[in-house]
């Protein structure tokens, strides 16, 4: 249902109508308010450093919203479930830890990538059993998973970074290369370094049309709205939630092994709670509910995107690299209380 | 409105199709069902009456699949009846229409209406997605149907009138062309002229004496109106078991008055 829009009276024609117009996109479409932020935000980089809109800079962008994003994704199906996922960070380190632990022994690279994405997707299903049949919240549940995968990804690497093969195609695939100035843009090598951001862009749609046009996206909508009416009407909301928290683990798991190809390493304490923390963010400012019932994926890939853009255009606008988190923290917050309004004008507007 | 037709009365010999044997029931120390034992004719309307707390939701919720019986024995059609989940009594065709309607506020009213029976179309034959273009306009029409008047099918539930929510609840038991209907207080949220749609849909499905129906009603003159027999629950047993054509709303408020059951319980 659209937000009606009037015809537009001599009075407040030309202007009126555009800006109810805006109005409207904003109302109907909760991705569009957090589109207008990223705008604004390249666009006051751009005014402040030309350097920001360069192939150089924006493929440090792409591949820091691409990471965030891919664990973001993760957190927005749980968060649309009620509940959350701290651990994903450590999933993120273990995974490719444990990927090129298994290539050193001699094994084939991609077997073990494999067994890395199932240490995620298992991890994952532990933090959802933990959390459903045992009735432990999933903050705490999460918070013990996160310190013991962590210790975990550590101990097995003898607290070192572990190298990264190179076994073509796998690398290709996976994000070979990071940018570098004097690499031609349009060139297979070019597309490589954007492999973060173009798997994230790709998990984006799949989950946005699995929440739109799946059996499976309904019901994760359903169990986090309303949990009791879900089951009394036959969701499985126990099966529903875990298989949510295993794809998270999943997603963890597979950022981190592109990560390591990436930098050709895996290191230990890479990821851990910051990136967590981070992606929860980027969720939170794309315009998913804490509450459950509600977000997209589309509006979680943009949220990336702002919180790599604050943490890259600001030390590019001169900002010392710790006052990002000063802006961080207050987009936080603003894109809560925007969250709010909006959601307020919606149910007004219609 | 117009007098809605006769309805014949039910065959002395109308077959059982539900059977409940000293079902009881527990929430930790709480007893909820003491022994509950209950038989429902096929086509038959029979009221659950009795006070908050009696047992009357939870006896519901056992047979709709949402809470497991500690004990006791359940008949459907003549078999022992085992539900793991609610989805295991829809399939064989028990419907419920709970008390808090079970509706999903972020969902659009077909959305809801479809929910765990979602229509699906395989994308070029092979991926299984939501055919929604399908529930969109089967929900439409249903609705148009029944005579129920919702703007849009495409509203999210939450914007709903009580009236409109409770319409769409009963709307979606019904789709699933149920054996048996369970309405938990189906008439609690509605207005007076909205509560007289209700019973007369009740009073239609009464008459064609296709589905048989178990309704908690707190309203005894509306009892009266649409049901055929009535079962009293009182502290977790059945205390009281009548036709409503033996009995009178006057008769009825005085036994509950006078103490019913007490003298028959402990």
Redo the contacts between chains.
């Keep these: 249902m659209s937000a009606a829009v009037p015809e537009p009276t001599p009075q407040d024609a030309p202007f009126g109508a555009a800006a109810r117009a805006v109005l409207a996109v904003l109302a109907r479409y909760r991705e569009a308010s957090i589109a207008l932020v990223a705008l604004v935000l390249v666009a006051y980089f751009q005014a402040r450093n030309p350097a920001f809109l360069t192939t150089a800079e924006l493929s440090v962008v792409l591949r820091d919203a691409g990471e965030i994003a891919l664990i973001a994704i993760g957190e927005t199906l749980l968060m649309i479930t009620g509940e959350i996922d701290l651990s994903a960070g450590s999933t993120f380190a273990l995974a490719p830890v444990v990927m090129n632990l298994i290539a050193g022994s001699g094994q084939p690279l991609i077997l073990g990538a494999f067994v890395g994405l199932l240490i995620g997707v298992a991890i994952g299903f532990v933090n959802g059993v933990i959390t459903v049949r045992f009735r432990v919240p999933s903050l705490i549940a999460t918070l013990g998973t996160l310190f013991f995968v962590s210790g975990l990804a550590v101990t097995l690497a003898h607290s070192q970074p572990v190298a990264t093969l190179v076994q073509e195609p796998f690398n290709v695939i996976f994000g070979e290369n990071l940018y570098s100035p004097t690499t031609p843009l349009w060139s297979f090598h070019t597309l490589t370094a954007f492999t973060p951001f173009l798997w994230a862009f790709a998990a984006a749609c799949a989950v946005a049309v699995t929440l739109r046009w799946t059996t499976f996206g309904l019901h994760t909508i359903a169990t986090g709205s309303n949990m009791t009416g879900a089951r009394e009407i036959g969701v499985h909301v126990e099966r529903t939630k875990i298989a949510n928290f295993m794809i998270a683990g999943g997603l963890a798991a597979l950022i981190g092994i592109i990560n390591a190809v990436q930098y050709t390493s895996a290191d230990p304490i890479a990821g851990g709670s910051g990136l967590t923390l981070q992606a929860i963010a980027a969720a939170v400012i794309g315009g998913t509910s804490l509450f459950g019932g509600s977000g997209t994926a589309i509006g979680t890939l943009l949220g990336a995107f702002v919180v790599a853009a604050l943490n890259n255009g600001l030390v590019l606008i001169g900002a010392q690299a710790t006052q990002s988190d000063i802006y961080l923290g207050a987009a936080i917050v603003a894109a809560m209380i925007l969250n709010v309004w909006t959601g307020t004008f919606r149910m007004r507007a219609r | 409105m117009s007098r809605p037709p006769e309805v014949r009365p039910l065959a002395d010999d109308a077959d059982v199709i539900l059977r409940a044997v000293h079902v009881h029931k527990s929430f930790g120390a709480v007893t909820a069902l003491r022994d509950v034992n209950l038989f429902l004719r096929r086509g038959e309307v029979l009221a659950l009456v009795g006070d908050n707390g009696a047992g009357k939701s939870t006896f519901i919720k056992i047979l709709?699949?949402?809470h497991q019986p500690d004990g006791g024995t359940i008949e459907w059609e003549g078999a022992p009846l085992r539900l793991r989940?609610?989805?295991d009594?829809?399939a064989l065709g028990i419907e419920?229409v709970?008390q808090?309607?079970?509706?999903?506020?972020?969902?659009t009213v077909y959305?809801n209406m479809f929910?765990?029976r979602?229509l699906?179309a395989r994308l070029w034959g092979l991926v299984?997605?939501?055919d929604?273009r399908r529930m969109r306009r089967e929900a439409r029409e249903y609705l148009d149907g029944l005579g129920i008047n919702i703007p849009?099918v495409?509203?999210t539930v939450a914007?709903l009138s009580g009236g409109q929510r409770q319409s769409i609840a009963v709307a979606?038991a019904l789709r699933g062309t149920p054996k048996l209907l369970m309405l938990d207080e189906p008439l609690a949220a509605l207005g007076v002229r909205e509560s007289a749609h209700v019973l007369a849909l009740i009073q239609e499905l009464r008459r064609r004496r296709e589905v048989s129906i178990i309704m908690i009603v707190h309203n005894y003159s509306q009892i009266f109106e649409v049901c055929d027999r009535l079962n009293f629950l009182f502290a977790g047993e059945i205390v009281l078991d009548t036709p409503t054509s033996a009995t009178s709303e006057i008769a009825l408020i005085e036994l509950v008055k006078s103490g019913l059951g007490r003298a028959g319980v402990r």
């Design positions: 709709s699949g949402f989940s609610p989805a009594a829809r419920t709970y808090d309607l079970a509706l999903i506020n972020d969902l959305q929910l765990g979602e699906k299984p997605l939501l929604n849009s495409d509203s914007l979606r």
